[in-house]
């Protein structure tokens, strides 16, 4: 029997993403969070020392904690949830930097960061509606100066590819890592990114069908979710990081909202060895309501 105070994880599972805060200071207009109808983001945030309680019962191994948000570094306790957390865990941050660069440099070790990963555990994102080049990567190289892994990532957007080139060649000579990251949804009507159901995230009225994931999704306020779709519309939780046994399953179980997905939930991307052909959630015997 397991501990009361263990988390099982299947091991199929592949990402762990912790929403700390659904607030952002940028408002991108084809932000991911926000895809799709039914959205409700408004979630009360929970306390670092709960956060990282939870992190203390999850099994150790090589998915690290992914802290993400909106802009996790937005969270009250973001620097201490840091620090505390990599005292036993591995930890990457999804920013855009919008928090005190002197104070992250102050409190958290790059040596304890940094890990023999193909990707860095800091990942940052582009977003040149929001902010310039030259802004985000004078936060960057300030970071790399201080012995930190950081890795900038833009999105394929149809109306931002000669940013984006431009961009790639910039953070060459700068000596960044830059990367890009398909564009997901639909833009003037045509539906970007590779999925394996294309039609899962059509908006058409929702059909029945079986999941399965492979991703531990947790909200602000410390509910587990089976997907993205759930979580970015604040339906139904499967589990809470209060619970005091938690056994997430990647056994397939029934959906009432298949054409209302996410595109994170399905699209075709690396898993976390940077192998091509993973996808978070499995999907089968798809019919009408």
Known sequence: MASPKTVTIPESFNY?????????PYHCSYCI???????????????????VNFFRRLP????????????????????SIVRD???FHAVDILTNLAFDLDR???EIDPAR??????????????????????VITKKILRLMNAGFRIGLYGVTHPDQLILMEEAEKTCKTLGIDFRLKPFLGRHHGELHGRYTHPDAC?????????????ELLAAPDGSIHRCHTFCYRHLQPIASIYDPQIALTDDFIPCNLFGQCN???????NNRFQQFGHVATRIQNIHPL
Not at 16 to 21: K, P
Not at 35 to 41: A, F, Q, R
Not at 60 to 79: A, K, M, W
């Open 16 to 24: 762990i993403g912790i929403f700390l805060t659904f607030r952002c």
């Open 33 to 51: 969070n926000q895809y799709g109808s039914g959205i409700h983001l408004d979630y009360p945030e929970i306390s670092g020392t709960d956060w």
């Open 60 to 79: 150790v191994n090589d998915i690290p904690v992914t802290l993400q948000g909106g802009e996790p570094g937005l969270h009250p306790n973001f620097f």
């Open 85 to 87: 957390t990599l005292e």
């Open 104 to 106: 992250f440099i102050g």
């Open 113 to 134: 960061i940094n890990r023999p990963a193909p990707y860095a555990p800091v990942r940052v994102s582009y977003h040149p509606e929001q902010f310039s080049l030259p």
């Open 202 to 214: 059509d908006g058409k009225p929702p059909r029945a069908c079986e999941c399965a994931t492979s």
């Open 263 to 269: 595109p994170c939930d399905i699209k075709v991307k």
